[in-house]
Protein backbone atom coordinates (compact mmCIF):
# COMPACT_ATOMS: atom_id res chain seq x y z
CA UNK A 1 0.00 0.00 0.00
CA UNK A 2 1.15 3.54 -0.73
CA UNK A 3 1.71 5.84 1.72
CA UNK A 4 -0.70 8.48 0.09
CA UNK A 5 -2.98 7.68 -2.58
CA UNK A 6 -4.87 9.82 -4.25
CA UNK A 7 -8.43 8.98 -6.91
CA UNK A 8 -7.28 7.90 -9.98
CA UNK A 9 -7.36 10.68 -12.70
CA UNK A 10 -7.87 12.33 -15.50
CA UNK A 11 -10.83 14.35 -13.76
CA UNK A 12 -12.70 16.82 -16.21
CA UNK A 13 -14.92 19.33 -14.82
CA UNK A 14 -17.00 21.78 -16.74
CA UNK A 15 -16.02 25.58 -16.35
CA UNK A 16 -18.11 26.89 -13.28
CA UNK A 17 -18.79 23.33 -11.37
CA UNK A 18 -17.17 21.76 -8.23
CA UNK A 19 -13.70 20.11 -8.39
CA UNK A 20 -13.61 17.27 -6.14
CA UNK A 21 -9.79 15.83 -5.38
CA UNK A 22 -9.33 13.40 -2.93
CA UNK A 23 -6.50 11.64 -0.60
CA UNK A 24 -5.97 8.96 1.69
CA UNK A 25 -3.01 8.15 3.55
CA UNK A 26 -1.65 5.25 5.72
CA UNK A 27 0.61 6.90 8.84
CA UNK A 28 -1.62 7.05 11.66
CA UNK A 29 1.01 9.95 13.11
CA UNK A 30 0.59 12.26 10.90
CA UNK A 31 0.21 16.02 11.62
CA UNK A 32 0.15 17.87 8.26
CA UNK A 33 -1.10 17.83 5.39
CA UNK A 34 -0.44 19.90 1.90
CA UNK A 35 -2.08 20.44 -1.63
CA UNK A 36 -0.07 21.47 -4.57
CA UNK A 37 -0.67 22.32 -7.96
CA UNK A 38 1.51 21.81 -10.93
CA UNK A 39 1.21 23.46 -13.93
CA UNK A 40 2.58 21.21 -17.03
CA UNK A 41 6.36 21.85 -17.45
CA UNK A 42 6.53 23.47 -13.84
CA UNK A 43 7.40 23.48 -10.27
CA UNK A 44 4.92 22.37 -7.61
CA UNK A 45 3.85 24.95 -5.75
CA UNK A 46 1.63 25.06 -2.63
CA UNK A 47 -2.00 26.35 -2.66
CA UNK A 48 -3.27 24.86 0.45
CA UNK A 49 -2.32 23.12 3.86
CA UNK A 50 -4.58 22.11 6.93
CA UNK A 51 -3.86 20.87 10.01
CA UNK A 52 -6.94 20.11 12.04
CA UNK A 53 -10.13 17.77 11.83
CA UNK A 54 -12.93 20.14 9.30
CA UNK A 55 -12.26 22.29 6.81
CA UNK A 56 -10.09 25.35 5.47
CA UNK A 57 -11.66 27.81 3.06
CA UNK A 58 -8.99 29.55 0.97
CA UNK A 59 -11.40 31.56 -1.81
CA UNK A 60 -12.31 28.93 -4.33
CA UNK A 61 -10.52 26.16 -2.64
CA UNK A 62 -11.47 24.15 0.79
CA UNK A 63 -9.12 21.73 2.21
CA UNK A 64 -10.78 18.68 4.55
CA UNK A 65 -9.23 16.82 6.47
CA UNK A 66 -10.89 13.74 8.92
CA UNK A 67 -7.76 12.13 10.71
CA UNK A 68 -10.38 8.84 11.93
CA UNK A 69 -10.72 8.55 8.15
CA UNK A 70 -7.07 9.14 7.10
CA UNK A 71 -8.43 11.17 4.74
CA UNK A 72 -7.81 14.61 3.35
CA UNK A 73 -9.80 16.98 -0.06
CA UNK A 74 -9.25 19.49 -1.62
CA UNK A 75 -12.32 21.38 -3.01
CA UNK A 76 -12.78 23.85 -6.26
CA UNK A 77 -15.56 25.86 -6.41
CA UNK A 78 -16.31 27.56 -9.67
CA UNK A 79 -13.88 25.76 -11.34
CA UNK A 80 -12.09 28.08 -13.97
CA UNK A 81 -9.63 26.84 -17.01
CA UNK A 82 -6.98 27.77 -14.98
CA UNK A 83 -7.30 25.72 -12.74
CA UNK A 84 -6.50 23.40 -15.10
CA UNK A 85 -3.39 21.06 -13.23
CA UNK A 86 -2.23 18.38 -11.54
CA UNK A 87 -2.92 18.67 -7.70
CA UNK A 88 -0.56 16.70 -5.60
CA UNK A 89 -1.63 15.67 -2.08
CA UNK A 90 1.30 15.84 0.08
CA UNK A 91 1.77 14.42 3.85
CA UNK A 92 4.64 15.59 6.60
CA UNK A 93 5.59 13.24 8.92
CA UNK A 94 7.51 14.35 12.21
CA UNK A 95 10.61 12.55 10.27
CA UNK A 96 10.76 16.13 8.52
CA UNK A 97 10.21 14.67 5.17
CA UNK A 98 6.82 14.86 2.71
CA UNK A 99 5.40 12.42 1.35
CA UNK A 100 3.78 12.88 -1.89
CA UNK A 101 0.95 11.31 -3.67
CA UNK A 102 1.10 10.62 -7.36
CA UNK A 103 -1.05 13.25 -8.47
CA UNK A 104 -4.34 13.63 -10.08
CA UNK A 105 -5.11 15.94 -13.17
CA UNK A 106 -7.67 18.18 -13.53
CA UNK A 107 -9.01 19.58 -16.75
CA UNK A 108 -11.47 22.11 -16.30
CA UNK A 109 -13.30 22.59 -20.01
CA UNK A 110 -14.57 26.14 -20.90
CA UNK B 1 11.20 30.48 -7.02
CA UNK B 2 11.13 31.61 -3.32
CA UNK B 3 14.81 32.06 -3.83
CA UNK B 4 15.80 28.83 -5.07
CA UNK B 5 18.03 27.80 -7.88
CA UNK B 6 18.69 24.59 -9.94
CA UNK B 7 21.80 24.31 -11.95
CA UNK B 8 21.79 22.89 -14.47
CA UNK B 9 17.82 23.35 -16.11
CA UNK B 10 19.01 20.34 -18.57
CA UNK B 11 21.14 17.61 -18.99
CA UNK B 12 22.27 15.25 -21.67
CA UNK B 13 24.56 12.87 -20.13
CA UNK B 14 25.93 9.22 -20.57
CA UNK B 15 25.82 6.31 -19.35
CA UNK B 16 28.73 5.44 -16.42
CA UNK B 17 29.28 9.40 -16.31
CA UNK B 18 29.10 11.19 -13.10
CA UNK B 19 26.30 14.24 -12.80
CA UNK B 20 26.00 16.22 -9.82
CA UNK B 21 23.42 19.14 -9.87
CA UNK B 22 23.21 21.86 -7.61
CA UNK B 23 20.60 23.72 -5.56
CA UNK B 24 21.02 27.50 -3.99
CA UNK B 25 18.93 29.35 -1.72
CA UNK B 26 18.93 32.48 -0.59
CA UNK B 27 16.31 32.08 2.16
CA UNK B 28 18.76 30.74 4.47
CA UNK B 29 16.03 27.60 5.36
CA UNK B 30 17.62 24.88 7.52
CA UNK B 31 15.92 22.13 5.21
CA UNK B 32 16.57 21.16 2.23
CA UNK B 33 15.03 18.48 -0.04
CA UNK B 34 15.76 16.19 -3.35
CA UNK B 35 13.09 15.02 -5.13
CA UNK B 36 12.75 13.04 -8.46
CA UNK B 37 9.06 12.91 -10.52
CA UNK B 38 8.13 10.49 -13.22
CA UNK B 39 5.24 9.84 -15.41
CA UNK B 40 2.98 8.19 -13.20
CA UNK B 41 5.14 8.50 -9.81
CA UNK B 42 4.56 11.33 -8.58
CA UNK B 43 7.47 13.11 -6.22
CA UNK B 44 9.83 10.85 -4.56
CA UNK B 45 11.88 11.47 -1.99
CA UNK B 46 16.03 11.11 -3.17
CA UNK B 47 17.70 12.60 0.11
CA UNK B 48 17.41 15.78 2.13
CA UNK B 49 18.99 17.74 4.71
CA UNK B 50 18.30 19.74 7.85
CA UNK B 51 21.40 21.14 8.38
CA UNK B 52 25.07 21.92 7.10
CA UNK B 53 26.33 18.09 6.78
CA UNK B 54 23.35 16.82 8.24
CA UNK B 55 21.70 14.48 5.75
CA UNK B 56 19.56 11.61 5.45
CA UNK B 57 17.99 8.78 2.96
CA UNK B 58 14.59 9.06 0.99
CA UNK B 59 12.94 6.17 -0.50
CA UNK B 60 14.78 6.68 -3.84
CA UNK B 61 18.45 6.99 -2.66
CA UNK B 62 20.27 4.10 -4.26
CA UNK B 63 22.32 5.39 -6.87
CA UNK B 64 22.63 8.88 -5.40
CA UNK B 65 24.54 11.12 -2.79
CA UNK B 66 24.73 14.38 -1.03
CA UNK B 67 26.43 16.72 0.34
CA UNK B 68 25.80 19.75 2.17
CA UNK B 69 28.75 22.24 3.34
CA UNK B 70 26.91 25.50 3.07
CA UNK B 71 23.60 26.17 4.14
CA UNK B 72 22.40 27.80 0.61
CA UNK B 73 24.23 25.19 -1.46
CA UNK B 74 22.82 21.15 -2.08
CA UNK B 75 24.18 18.89 -4.49
CA UNK B 76 23.05 15.82 -5.60
CA UNK B 77 25.74 13.46 -7.57
CA UNK B 78 24.95 10.93 -9.83
CA UNK B 79 28.07 9.10 -9.46
CA UNK B 80 27.78 6.62 -12.33
CA UNK B 81 24.69 7.64 -14.14
CA UNK B 82 22.03 4.79 -15.69
CA UNK B 83 19.00 5.39 -18.01
CA UNK B 84 16.94 4.54 -14.90
CA UNK B 85 17.96 8.28 -13.62
CA UNK B 86 16.54 9.83 -16.59
CA UNK B 87 13.97 12.38 -14.97
CA UNK B 88 13.01 15.50 -13.81
CA UNK B 89 14.88 16.74 -10.14
CA UNK B 90 13.29 19.07 -8.25
CA UNK B 91 15.22 20.97 -4.97
CA UNK B 92 13.03 22.05 -2.61
CA UNK B 93 13.40 24.14 0.85
CA UNK B 94 11.23 24.15 3.93
CA UNK B 95 9.70 27.29 4.65
CA UNK B 96 10.41 29.00 8.19
CA UNK B 97 8.12 25.98 9.65
CA UNK B 98 9.97 23.44 7.35
CA UNK B 99 6.45 21.62 6.77
CA UNK B 100 5.74 23.72 3.81
CA UNK B 101 7.74 23.16 0.13
CA UNK B 102 8.67 25.75 -2.06
CA UNK B 103 10.35 24.02 -4.95
CA UNK B 104 13.21 25.03 -7.76
CA UNK B 105 12.40 25.46 -10.96
CA UNK B 106 13.77 21.69 -11.75
CA UNK B 107 16.35 19.86 -14.15
CA UNK B 108 15.55 18.01 -16.66
CA UNK B 109 18.11 14.61 -17.07
CA UNK B 110 18.51 12.45 -19.65
CA UNK B 111 21.18 9.98 -19.31
CA UNK B 112 21.11 7.89 -23.11
Known amino acids: QKEVEQNSGPLSVPEGAIASLNCTYS??????FFWYRQYSGKSPELIMF????GDKEDGRFTAQLNKASQYVSLLIRDSQPSDSATYLC??????????FGDGTTLTVKP | DAGITQSPRHKVTETGTPVTLRCHQT?????MYWYRQDPGHGLRLIHY???????DKGEVSDGYSVSRSKTEDFLLTLESATSSQTSVYFC???????????FGSGTQLSVL
Open chain 1, 90 to 99: AVYTNAGKST
Open chain 1, 27 to 32: DRGSQS
Open chain 1, 50 to 53: IYSN
Open chain 2, 27 to 31: ENHRY
Open chain 2, 49 to 55: SYGVKDT
Open chain 2, 92 to 102: AIGGPDQEKLF
